[in-house]
């Protein structure tokens, strides 16, 4: 028998899949629904949208990083580095590379400001 092309199976999963899926991720405040849906948008982009996608989502993300960690903010600040200027990948080239010894010297200026509780994570590599 296959389960998979049972109605009831087909009724269970488009009720996980569409109801109870979206609203226990909700629940949790994450956003997984939304990011699939916008993933299976952008799939169909040209390589120039989807350049420029990848541009506008790399300068909000740098501009929130701006704005929330002071590390990120002091280094835009000393470099004159703005997010909104820049025009391809290459502009991060004007960043200098993140050490580890940048981190060991203030591992608290790497915190967001209002980031909620933080656990320490290691790997084993």
């Known amino acids: 028998m296959n389960l ?5 199976r087909s009724a269970y999963t488009r009720l996980a899949a569409g109801v109870l899926f979206p609203l226990h991720e909700r629940l949790k405040g994450h956003h997984s629904v939304a990011l ?17 996608l ?3 989502r ?3 993300f740098l501009a929130l990083v701006g704005q929330r960690v002071p590390y990120y ?5 000393q470099t004159g ?8 990948v290459d502009d991060l080239q004007r960043l200098p ?5 940048d ?4 591992v608290d200026a790497f915190k967001a400001t209002g980031h909620g509780v933080l656990k320490r994570y290691n790997t084993g590599g």
């Open 58 to 60: 790399l300068r909000a």
């Open 97 to 101: 590379l993140l050490t580890k010894s």
């Open 36 to 52: 699939r849906q916008e993933l299976e948008r952008s799939q169909w982009l040209g390589a120039d949208e989807l350049r420029q």
């Open 4 to 8: 998979s092309a049972s109605p009831a």
């Open 54 to 56: 990848q541009l506008r």
């Open 73 to 77: 903010q002091r280094l835009f600040q």
């Open 103 to 106: 981190i060991r010297a203030d």
């Open 81 to 88: 580095f703005e997010p909104a200027e820049i025009r391809s």
